[in-house]
């Protein structure tokens, strides 16, 4: 089955630093991937997906990933915090031939002023 | 256009009580997903439904958590009898057929069982 895997459970930056979040998929090319985001007290909303149709995908509010399939990665970047991007991102792959979605365990981001 | 609704948005009740939580989906999507989320396991999808129908009970936790969904624009989550260890914040998504994966959730309801 697919899982994907997020090292670590929280990371800290300075606002206008670089945001890297960091998510590895299972071995087998997944046709899907995605980020999502959950802001204090909200639940999650889709941050930006991976459709096999580009390797560098542009999501909502400057953030970006990159499909690595050599190495089994869909980082998250951002290149400036800003202090509204302090919440929880999920890196999430579909499971099977369902709709079902596998979530990572989620990352949070704390940005200091 | 109105996201997922769910309500109430924080239950405090006590062991051994009944506890329904309700979901509105967004209009014209056809699925309809129940997850659970606690500092200690994460996210879990409990059950989802597809046109009203239940397609994969697998993470239900067990026979006191039941789910149904009447009619395309609601469902509920029902608890009963109700534990300490239930306690959670627990969120309805919604999605529509053709993008399967792009679940629109709601906002939660934060459920404390004393």
């Known amino acids: 089955a697919q899982s994907v895997t997020q090292l670590g459970s929280h990371v800290s930056v300075s606002e206008g630093a670089l945001v890297l979040l960091r998510c590895n998929y299972s071995?087998?090319?997944?046709?899907?991937l995605f980020w999502y985001v959950q802001y204090p007290n909200q639940g999650l909303q889709l941050l930006l997906k991976?459709?096999?149709?580009?390797?560098l995908v542009k999501g909502i509010n400057g953030f970006e990933a990159e499909f690595k399939k050599s190495e089994t990665s869909f980082h998250l970047t951002k290149p400036s915090a800003h202090m509204s991007d302090a919440a929880e991102y999920f890196c999430?792959?579909?499971?099977?031939?369902?709709?079902?979605?596998?979530f990572g365990k989620g990352m949070k981001l704390t940005v200091n002023p | 256009d109105a996201g997922v609704i769910q309500s109430p948005r924080h239950e405090v009740t006590e062991m051994g009580q009944e506890v329904t939580l309700r979901c509105k989906p967004i209009s014209g999507h056809n699925s309809l997903f129940w997850y659970r989320q606690t500092m200690m396991r994460g996210l879990e999808l409990l059950i989802y439904?597809?046109?009203?129908?239940?397609?994969?009970d697998s993470g239900m936790p067990e026979d006191r958590f039941s789910a149904k969904m009447p009619n395309a624009s609601f469902s509920t989550l029902k608890i009963q009898p109700s534990e300490p260890r239930d306690s959670a914040v627990y969120f309805c998504?919604?999605?529509?057929?053709?993008?399967?994966?792009?679940?629109?959730f709601g906002p939660g309801t934060r459920l404390t069982v004393t």
């Open positions: 991976y459709t096999s149709a580009a390797t």
């Open positions: 998504a919604s999605s529509f057929h053709v993008i399967w994966w792009e679940q629109y």
């Open positions: 999430a792959v579909p499971q099977g031939g369902s709709e079902k979605l596998v």
């Open positions: 071995s087998s090319v997944p046709p899907y």
């Open positions: 439904f597809n046109n009203n129908v239940p397609i994969d």
